[in-house]
């Protein structure tokens, strides 16, 4: 289970550096792009800025989601000391 | 600005005291074991645990820091935003429950439940007070810079106030009292910024040519100016010596390129507003400046104008406002001294909208994207500042920055942000830098690290973290509003812009101040208490029961923790009264480089790879700590800010130290592993 779980939360986390390092790559070597508006006159900074935010949560919840089953209740304390 | 107390902040700040300490006494009897001082027994419910985290996380940088960088600068505060919630991301995935499953009281717990090490523990131990030494400092220049304008208090009692809180707070009650303060401040926090940002958008914008008072910045023109050629410019700058007349540097960003313009002084005299003016010529340290200092005959006052235009455009001449501490230490405002009441001479609060959208002056309520799309085609005006100084002492002008909104919400607006519009790759590493530490920051500071010992299990450690990360980002996406809100509210005050937030609480209405002054004033406390416990089980669990080998019962063991509490609170105190002057948001992006240099590699190597071993621990959290701290000590910002040197003799390439350190924090732990590592099992 715990082997499980941590795959997960790679594999999530995968999918989210590639999104920060896409923002942060654009903001570093093409400004510019961050200055158009492509939807609702508002600019991409904006709009990367919060869907970053946005993903961060959405991710949280699905690994909240996906690591629930049958977890076991007993902490493994204990097994390192 | 003049700030006076007004009754209802100090209503409101002395009942949230009380509450603080009343609930810290109140819970005093539970924290009477180390378990239940360091870790309220494992007992802390997920949700509470989850909003703690916010109340933990979310600092005096974020909410002062922040919101004041994006009321002067735009969209670039937002940037630390999305870096510090980023980093939440690497802390549920990564080191959420296996630092749950691993440690028990401290972060060196974790790092060291392989090996049982005393060097594992001393390094751990010293690299979590470093980080949270570090972090402490912007917290307690924040109280103080807080209390000023609050309740009129000076700095230093700001700070001592704070830290005598605190104190109070964790020696009652450890994690238990900590825990229940941090809850109540990061969900007062989140619940009245969104209410802010609800009033602002509900506001909407409103063109002005002058700030909260009323007042009118004044311009004429246009003036001519004289482009200088690019030998005689070269000849000034050679020879230092510049005529006596004011220098407009105006840069076209089309071919990246600047010219250089002189304005002569009896073209400034001819305008209307000057008949019954004299202009002065730039004398000093006033020469090669694009300002301009124009006496009144009548009373003799000086004030300062700025000249601005853009490529193509006529030159303007632009009120500005001057700030001047004299040799004596006095404080004037243009020329007279500083009244301390209302109506007496003092710094006008600025930041406007110029011009709307479609000529309008007004636009109402706001939806939450049409504001960005409204400011996005409008102008504002910001302010900037340059200290110059002469015989009569050291004066900061204050000058207006006509900015169209476009600009505002880009990045690299700030000149901490400015490489990044440059073509130089070198000059986006500072950037990568930040954006990398911030990123990996957050899964290694020790006060949010210990956190995840204060839940029972790992599911209820990976609740709490998903929790954390909704009410953070909330919050991170709020900041925006507020920020752009300060901004165009009319009520910024051009020396201070750790006072954006409140500040615009107080375009509101007054008690609407006084509460968001007193939640500002608690987050410092429930960050400050966090770091303080963590740095107290630093010392009497990593440092003195590990590595000194002092045998301490439970009950000796919560007495040598209250003790060192109370001496790192008077530390804290100290290095606040100490380092007044420094910007807060600025330290906290240190605090996370070395946190990620030193704590990082280790942390990641131990869950992730079977052959690390205790010396390449050690190595690693060494290596990582010392060579981000030096980075930083030997950085243009450290020697400009902190030695008052200039930024050209600084040693490294870039202030940021993150996109060097933390990779050598990786090599060095893999590589000493590599070196140390031996064929049996025997190196435990």
Same mark, same amino acid.
């Given at each position: 289970?715990?082997?499980?779980?941590?795959?997960?939360?790679?594999?999530?986390?995968?999918?989210?550096?590639?999104?920060?390092?896409?923002?942060?790559?654009?903001?570093?070597?093409?400004?510019?792009?961050?200055?158009?508006?492509?939807?609702?006159?508002?600019?991409?900074?904006?709009?990367?800025?919060?869907?970053?935010?946005?993903?961060?949560?959405?991710?949280?919840?699905?690994?909240?989601?996906?690591?629930?089953?049958?977890?076991?209740?007993?902490?493994?304390?204990?097994?390192?000391? | 600005?003049?700030?006076?107390?007004?009754?209802?902040?100090?209503?409101?700040?002395?009942?949230?005291?009380?509450?603080?300490?009343?609930?810290?006494?109140?819970?005093?009897?539970?924290?009477?074991?180390?378990?239940?001082?360091?870790?309220?027994?494992?007992?802390?419910?997920?949700?509470?645990?989850?909003?703690?985290?916010?109340?933990?996380?979310?600092?005096?940088?974020?909410?002062?820091?922040?919101?004041?960088?994006?009321?002067?600068?735009?969209?670039?505060?937002?940037?630390?935003?999305?870096?510090?919630?980023?980093?939440?991301? *690497?802390?549920?995935?990564?080191?959420?429950?296996?630092?749950?499953?691993?440690?028990?009281?401290?972060?060196?717990?974790?790092?060291?439940?392989?090996?049982?090490?005393?060097?594992?523990?001393?390094?751990?131990?010293?690299?979590?007070?470093?980080?949270?030494?570090?972090?402490?400092?912007?917290?307690?220049?924040?109280?103080?810079?807080?209390?000023?304008?609050?309740?009129?208090?000076?700095?230093?009692?700001?700070?001592?106030?704070?830290?005598?809180?605190?104190?109070?707070?964790?020696?009652?009650?450890?994690?238990?009292?900590?825990?229940?303060?941090?809850?109540?401040?990061?969900?007062?926090?989140?619940?009245?910024?969104?209410?802010?940002?609800?009033?602002?958008?509900?506001?909407?914008?409103?063109?002005?040519?002058?700030?909260?008072?009323?007042?009118?910045?004044?311009?004429?023109?246009?003036?001519?100016?004289?482009?200088?050629?690019?030998?005689?410019?070269?000849?000034?700058?050679?020879?230092?010596?510049?005529?006596?007349?004011?220098?407009?540097?105006?840069?076209?960003?089309?071919?990246?390129?600047?010219?250089?313009?002189?304005?002569?002084?009896?073209?400034?005299?001819?305008?209307?507003?000057?008949?019954?003016?004299?202009?002065?010529?730039?004398?000093? $340290?006033?020469? $090669?400046?694009?300002?301009?200092?124009?006496?009144? $005959?009548?009373?003799?006052?000086?004030?300062?104008?700025?000249?601005?235009?853009?490529?193509?455009?006529?030159?303007?001449?632009?009120?500005?406002?001057?700030?001047?501490?004299?040799?004596?230490?006095?404080?004037?405002?243009?020329?007279?001294?500083?009244?301390?009441?209302?109506?007496?001479?003092?710094?006008?609060?600025?930041?406007?909208?110029?011009?709307?959208?479609?000529?309008?002056?007004?636009?109402?309520?706001?939806?939450?994207?049409?504001f960005f799309r409204t400011l996005q085609n409008s102008d504002v005006a910001l302010w900037g500042s340059t200290t110059i100084s002469d015989s009569g002492g050291e004066s900061t002008v204050y000058f207006q920055k006509p900015t169209p909104g476009s600009h505002v919400l880009r990045p690299g607006e700030h000149p901490r942000f400015a490489g990044i519009r440059k073509k130089e790759p070198v000059e986006k590493l500072n950037f990568l830098s930040l954006m990398l530490a911030l990123f990996c920051g957050t899964a290694s500071l020790p006060h949010i690290l210990i956190r995840y010992y204060t839940v029972k299990d790992a599911q209820s450690a990976r609740k709490s973290t998903i929790v954390g990360i909704g009410s953070i980002g909330f919050f991170y996406i709020l900041t925006l509003y507020l920020g752009l809100g300060a901004m165009t509210s009319g009520s910024l005050d051009v020396t201070n812009s750790n006072m954006a937030a409140p500040l615009l609480a107080k375009s509101m209405n007054e008690w609407l101040f006084a509460i968001i002054s007193a939640i500002a004033f608690t987050t410092v406390l429930g960050t400050v208490s966090g770091l303080i416990l963590a740095s107290a089980g630093a010392v009497s669990h990593d440092?003195?029961?590990?590595?000194?080998?002092?045998?301490?019962?439970?009950?000796?063991?919560?007495?040598?923790?209250?003790?060192?509490?109370?001496? *790192?609170?008077?530390?804290?105190?100290?290095?606040?009264?100490?380092?007044?002057?420094?910007?807060?948001?600025?330290?906290?992006?240190?605090?996370?480089?070395?946190?990620?240099?030193?704590?990082?590699?280790?942390?990641?190597?131990?869950?992730?790879?079977?052959? *690390?071993?205790?010396?390449?621990?050690?190595?690693?959290?060494?290596?990582?700590?010392?060579?981000?701290?030096?980075?930083?000590?030997?950085?243009?910002?450290?020697?400009?800010?902190?030695?008052?040197?200039?930024?050209?003799?600084?040693?490294?390439?870039?202030?940021?130290?993150?996109?060097?350190?933390?990779?050598?924090?990786?090599?060095?732990?893999?590589?000493?592993?590599?070196?140390?590592?031996?064929?049996?099992?025997?190196?435990?």
């Amino acid at each position: 289970m715990e082997k499980r779980n941590s795959r997960i939360g790679l594999v999530l986390f995968v999918i989210y550096l590639v999104l920060y390092g896409g923002f942060v790559l654009l903001n570093a070597f093409s400004p510019e792009t961050m200055e158009k508006t492509p939807m609702a006159g508002v600019n991409l900074a904006i709009l990367y800025g919060f869907g970053l935010i946005i993903a961060a949560l959405v991710l949280a919840l699905l690994y909240g989601w996906l690591c629930k089953p049958a977890e076991p209740e007993v902490t493994e304390r204990g097994v390192n000391e | 600005m003049i700030y006076e107390a007004t009754f209802e902040a100090v209503a409101v700040f002395a009942v949230f005291v009380a509450i603080t300490l009343a609930l810290s006494f109140y819970l005093g009897g539970r924290a009477k074991s180390s378990k239940g001082y360091f870790t309220a027994h494992g007992e802390i419910p997920w949700f509470v645990n989850g909003i703690a985290f916010a109340g933990d996380y979310l600092s005096a940088a974020s909410f002062l820091g922040i919101c004041g960088m994006i009321a002067f600068y735009g969209y670039d505060g937002f940037l630390y935003s999305i870096g510090y919630l980023a980093g939440w991301i *690497v802390a549920l995935f990564v080191v959420a429950e296996p630092m749950k499953r691993l440690g028990k009281f401290t972060f060196a717990d974790a790092l060291d439940a392989k090996f049982n090490s005393r060097g594992i523990k001393l390094a751990a131990g010293i690299s979590t007070l470093a980080v949270s030494i570090f972090y402490l400092i912007p917290q307690m220049v924040g109280a103080g810079v807080l209390i000023q304008p609050l309740l009129g208090f000076e700095h230093w009692h700001g700070v001592v106030i704070v830290g005598t809180v605190v104190i109070i707070i964790v020696v009652s009650a450890g994690m238990v009292s900590t825990t229940w303060v941090q809850f109540l401040k990061g969900s007062l926090l989140v619940i009245f910024s969104a209410v802010l940002t609800v009033m602002i958008l509900v506001r909407g914008f409103e063109t002005s040519p002058g700030g909260g008072d009323r007042h009118v910045f004044a311009s004429a023109g246009p003036v001519g100016g004289r482009l200088f050629s690019t030998e005689n410019v070269k000849q000034h700058e050679e020879s230092g010596h510049w005529p006596e007349v004011p220098v407009v540097r105006l840069e076209d960003p089309a071919t990246n390129s600047t010219s250089v313009w002189r304005v002569e002084l009896a073209d400034i005299q001819q305008l209307p507003p000057f008949h019954e003016s004299t202009v002065l010529p730039p004398e000093g $340290n006033w020469r $090669n400046k694009p300002f301009v200092r124009i006496q009144n $005959n009548a009373t003799g006052a000086t004030t300062v104008w700025s000249i601005a235009g853009s490529q193509g455009d006529a030159l303007m001449i632009h009120e500005a406002q001057l700030r001047t501490i004299t040799s004596e230490g006095k404080e004037l405002v243009n020329g007279v001294l500083k009244g301390d009441e209302k109506g007496e001479p003092e710094l006008h609060p600025v930041g406007t909208v110029t011009r709307l959208p479609d000529g309008k002056d007004k636009t109402g309520p706001l939806g939450p994207l049409e504001f960005f799309r409204t400011l996005q085609n409008s102008d504002v005006a910001l302010w900037g500042s340059t200290t110059i100084s002469d015989s009569g002492g050291e004066s900061t002008v204050y000058f207006q920055k006509p900015t169209p909104g476009s600009h505002v919400l880009r990045p690299g607006e700030h000149p901490r942000f400015a490489g990044i519009r440059k073509k130089e790759p070198v000059e986006k590493l500072n950037f990568l830098s930040l954006m990398l530490a911030l990123f990996c920051g957050t899964a290694s500071l020790p006060h949010i690290l210990i956190r995840y010992y204060t839940v029972k299990d790992a599911q209820s450690a990976r609740k709490s973290t998903i929790v954390g990360i909704g009410s953070i980002g909330f919050f991170y996406i709020l900041t925006l509003y507020l920020g752009l809100g300060a901004m165009t509210s009319g009520s910024l005050d051009v020396t201070n812009s750790n006072m954006a937030a409140p500040l615009l609480a107080k375009s509101m209405n007054e008690w609407l101040f006084a509460i968001i002054s007193a939640i500002a004033f608690t987050t410092v406390l429930g960050t400050v208490s966090g770091l303080i416990l963590a740095s107290a089980g630093a010392v009497s669990h990593d440092l003195i029961q590990s590595v000194l080998k002092i045998e301490l019962d439970d009950r000796q063991q919560v007495r040598v923790a209250k003790i060192a509490s109370v001496v *790192v609170g008077g530390v804290a105190i100290l290095l606040g009264i100490l380092f007044q002057d420094l910007n807060v948001s600025y330290l906290v992006g240190w605090a996370f480089s070395v946190a990620a240099s030193a704590n990082l590699p280790a942390l990641v190597t131990i869950l992730f790879w079977k052959g *690390v071993t205790r010396q390449g621990v050690i190595a690693g959290v060494t290596v990582g700590m010392t060579s981000s701290l030096a980075w930083i000590l030997l950085s243009a910002d450290t020697f400009t800010k902190v030695y008052g040197l200039s930024a050209d003799s600084a040693i490294v390439p870039f202030s940021q130290p993150g996109i060097v350190t933390i990779p050598l924090g990786f090599v060095t732990l893999i590589v000493v592993s590599l070196l140390t590592r031996q064929p049996s099992r025997a190196d435990g």
